[in-house]
T-cell receptor
């Protein structure tokens, strides 16, 4: 079983829809949670970064973390064709030694927003 | 502009050949990372370095080697021992610490001739 599970999709929605992307994880030591967006043939770019449980909003994007359920989500409101990309969740534990700074990624969800 | 530069963008390897992928950053980050990305899979960690002249194996280090002689540079060599090297290789950097997000370059796509 993978430490982080993410539905690979693909997910196709009409422009203006609300998109929900999710990841589940098994390692209770994870405390830092990130969402990256990756366009084709490009590197991932950081979208959202949260610590522990709770919500964080940035423009049309909202990240939620529920540590009790080991579940994180990214919501995109008023989705645009330019949001079409692969979305990767990533997380890390607050640990010292060789684990310090290591990220564990989900498989990525391919999202297409059509006009 | 600060960022991470990976070169070349595309690379082809012959059987039995070693190839080296370049990664340079001007973000003044202490930590640097190499990941491999295969279709339909997330990123898997190959090697990482928290400080100059020191590096650790990640989850899939076999068939790869790295060096960290300068803070700005973290080249990755794909050796002939790596039997399935075709993939998208991503370099990242970040401030040292488990609570710091990483920033990525735009990758090198390696293929076998």
């Amino acid at each position: 079983q993978k430490e982080v599970e993410q539905d690979p999709g693909p997910l196709s929605v009409p422009e203006g829809a609300i998109v929900s992307l999710n990841c589940t994880y098994s390692n209770s030591a994870f405390q830092y949670f990130m969402w990256y967006r990756q366009y084709s043939r490009k590197g991932p770019e950081l979208l959202m970064y949260t610590y522990s449980s709770g919500n964080k909003e940035d423009g049309r994007f909202t990240a939620q973390v529920d540590k009790s359920s080991k579940y994180i989500s990214l919501f995109i409101r008023d989705s645009q064709p330019s949001d079409s990309a692969t979305y990767l969740c990533a997380m890390s534990a607050n640990a010292g030694g060789t684990s310090y700074g290591k990220l564990t990624f989900g498989q990525g969800t391919i999202l297409t927003v059509h006009p | 502009d600060g960022g991470i530069t990976q070169s070349p963008k595309y690379l082809f390897r012959k059987e039995g050949q070693n190839v080296t992928l370049s990664c340079e950053q001007n973000l003044n980050h202490d930590a640097m990372y190499w990941y491999r990305q295969d279709p339909g899979q997330g990123l898997r960690l190959i090697y990482y370095s928290q400080i100059v002249n020191d590096f650790q194996k990640g989850d899939i280090a076999e068939g790869y080697s790295v060096s960290r002689e300068k803070k700005e540079s973290f080249p990755l060599t794909v050796t002939s021992a790596q039997k399935n090297p075709t993939a998208f290789y991503l370099c990242a950097s970040g401030r040292t610490g488990g609570d710091q997000p990483q920033h990525f370059g735009d990758g090198t796509r390696l293929s076998i001739l």
